[in-house]
């Protein structure tokens, strides 16, 4: 094969793995924001 295509396959490989990961990242943050929040409502409402 050539190079080029090689290396190019090796960058895409790396952009969708970091794009995968960010979008672990956000979910479990916004998992983590609803889980704090949610205890406090709770609490005002009993």
Known sequence: MNP???KS??????GMT???V???V???SVNLM???TESK???TKE
């Open 4 to 6: 080029d295509i090689i």
């Open 9 to 14: 396959l090796d960058l895409m490989g790396k």
């Open 18 to 20: 970091a794009i995968f």
């Open 22 to 24: 960010v979008i672990i």
């Open 26 to 28: 956000i979910y479990l």
């Open 34 to 36: 609803l889980r704090l």
């Open 41 to 43: 409502k709770k609490e």
